[in-house]
């Protein structure tokens, strides 16, 4: 039976790659560690843990992350221990003979004014976004781990770059999360009080994707197992990374909008201009992805019922 460590299975993308890969056809046996159990920051103990483990596959979900304003606060933290996780369990599982791994990246790789849709082959040719760049740098420093252990060793490692996520296990605080969860409790507070009137922030004009979680999970799992010869007709040694995502946007507005009739709100929906809107327009260009068989699946209303549906049942842990 196939050994999979899912590194940082507690969040909301690794979370979903688990529950996947335990509904699968083929039983595998899944090996998960949380922080109280391994320090992934901790080289000794990660290569102790892969010698040990016998593991055959790995996913690599395991990340700091946070939103704008956290990344803004904590830049030596996010460079830091992202490069430190990503580090160790990739040359770990290079030195324990581990010959297949998938990294999770971000769309933050890519240059802040990058041509829309945003292609693999626009990394690394422009400016990043300054809020983010830390973060961003030690995303594209794992795509370059994962392809210089390959070019030089011959290992299977690949790396997914999904576009903006939602679903189960998403981060509903109200000052550190994304759009939708911060929308999702906004719209769902404002039900509750029958506040007649909710704000968004921004024009409304902006242009976003977004890819449910579980999508993003089959994704990966898609990703991790196509055959070889065929992931290399799609990429590069050295452009070997995959976007993931729909290829479909929407303004904020649209989202809102939608977000307060799967909510159930019947109040009056602004938007305040005076608001920052952030970049135009983020959309992922996925024709790699579509070239080697995988689509989405699940709609941006069919995904933010489902995720209101898992918010109510789940509210109670994450009051405040």
Request: negative net charge; hydrophobic residues 40%; proline residues 4%.
């Amino acid at each position: 039976m196939k050994r999979i460590f899912v590194a940082g299975h507690k969040g909301m993308v690794g979370s979903a790659i688990v529950r996947q890969l335990e509904a699968a056809a083929e039983p595998v046996e899944i090996i998960t560690r949380d922080r109280t159990e391994l320090n992934l920051q901790d080289q000794a103990a990660v290569q102790d843990f892969f010698k040990e483990q016998k593991i055959d596959q790995v996913y690599l979900a395991a990340a700091k992350v946070g939103g704008i304003v956290a990344n803004n606060t904590y830049p030596a933290e996010f460079i830091y221990e992202n490069l430190m996780i990503e580090c160790n369990i990739i040359h770990s599982a290079h030195l324990a003979g581990v010959n297949e791994l998938l990294f999770l990246g971000s769309s933050c790789i890519y240059p802040k004014l990058a041509d829309q849709p945003m292609k693999e082959s626009a990394l690394l040719t422009g400016t990043l976004e300054p809020t983010n760049e830390p973060y961003a740098i030690a995303k594209i420093a794992g795509i370059k781990l994962c392809e210089s252990y390959n070019r030089q060793y011959g290992r299977n490692y690949r790396s997914v770059m999904p576009t903006n996520l939602y679903g189960e296990n998403d981060n509903f605080h109200p000052q550190n999360s994304h759009v939708i969860p911060a929308l999702m409790r906004r719209f769902h507070e404002a039900k509750l009080a029958e506040t007649p009137e909710v704000a968004v922030w921004g024009s409304g004009k902006p242009m976003r994707e977004f890819l449910h979680v579980d999508d993003m999970a089959a994704a990966s799992i898609f990703v991790m197992n196509v055959a070889q010869d065929i992931y290399d007709s799609c990429t590069e040694s050295m452009l070997s990374h995959i976007n993931v995502g729909t290829g479909v946007d929407c303004t904020i507005a649209e989202l809102a909008l939608t977000m307060a009739e799967v909510v159930g709100y019947k109040g009056v929906v602004t938007f305040d201009a005076s608001k920052p809107d952030g970049a135009p327009r983020k959309l992922m260009d996925v024709t790699t992805l579509k070239n080697l068989g995988w689509n989405y699946s699940i709609s941006l209303k069919q995904g933010l019922a489902s995720t209101y549906e898992w918010f109510l049942a789940n509210q109670d842990n994450f009051r405040g």
